[in-house]
Nanobody, 119 residues
Framework: QVQLVESGGGLVQAGGSLRLSCAASGRTFSRYAMGWFRQAPGKEREFVAGIRLSGYITYYADSVKGRFTISRDNAKNTVYLQMNSLKPEDTDVYYC????????????WGKGNQVTVSS
């Protein structure tokens, strides 16, 4: 079992930056591919970024490519999402996910962290 706790969200002006963190419990963090998703009220949860076990392979949604960076520190059991050049449309609840399956689903989820970008 893995527990995920996100932090680092908040309110920022357009063009600003935030860094989200996701701390994972358990000793097997380094075995899990990790991901970040986001969801607005009334909309489906959408993929934002993913990172493989070693941290060398990353992938992004087109909407955030070049602005967001996902990284991980296996020694600290933590995955990060650095968000730069934020736009009002990035306003969402951001979720951390762990243990990626071949069908694209994840087995463990955090409770979410609000990010609000003002214009």
């Amino acid at each position: 079992q893995v527990q995920l706790v996100e932090s680092g969200g908040g309110l920022v002006q357009a063009g600003g930056s935030l860094r989200l963190s996701c701390a994972a419990s358990g000793r097997t963090f380094s075995r899990y591919a990790m991901g970040w998703f986001r969801q607005a009220p009334g909309k489906e949860r959408e993929f934002v970024a993913g990172i493989r076990l070693s941290g060398y392979i990353t992938y992004y949604a087109d909407s955030v490519k070049g602005r967001f960076t996902i990284s991980r520190d296996n020694a600290k059991n933590t995955v990060y999402l650095q968000m730069n050049s934020l736009k009002p449309e990035d306003t969402d609840v951001y979720y951390c996910a762990a243990d990626h399956n071949v069908d694209g689903s994840y087995n463990y989820w955090g409770k979410g962290n609000q990010v609000t970008v003002s214009s």
